[in-house]
């Protein structure tokens, strides 16, 4: 599987375990909302290892632009605020770095 395509499918499993947390602690759900959110922390994890790179930081560095614009789109998507200009160049500038990152000559 490619890089970017665990990097989303990582993003997922991230922002869904936060977003449990956050409903737990912000929203006043349930405890019981942890339990899929440690789940969902744990594949993240899982999913981070899958990547094929040397090295671990170079891994995550890359993932942090991918993780921007899988935020923003879970702030469009789920939580029903459009993201604006300034997120969108935002996430377009990192995506662009992910993109050096992973492509870079080594």
Do not use: N, Q
């Not at 094929?52 to 029903?80: F, N, Q």
């Amino acid at each position: 599987m490619p890089a970017y395509a665990i990097y989303f499918l990582a993003a997922l499993a991230e922002i869904t375990g936060c977003f449990a947390f956050w409903s737990w602690l912000r929203l006043g759900k349930s405890a019981l909302w942890l339990i899929p959110g440690m789940a969902s922390l744990a594949l993240f994890a899982w999913l981070l290892t899958m990547v094929d790179a040397a090295a671990a930081g170079r891994t995550y560095a890359a993932y942090g632009g991918v993780y921007i614009v899988a935020s923003l789109s879970w702030l469009w998507l789920a939580e029903g605020v459009r993201p604006d200009h300034w997120d969108m160049t935002g996430a377009a500038v990192a995506l662009a770095g992910s993109a050096i990152i992973l492509a870079g000559p080594r």
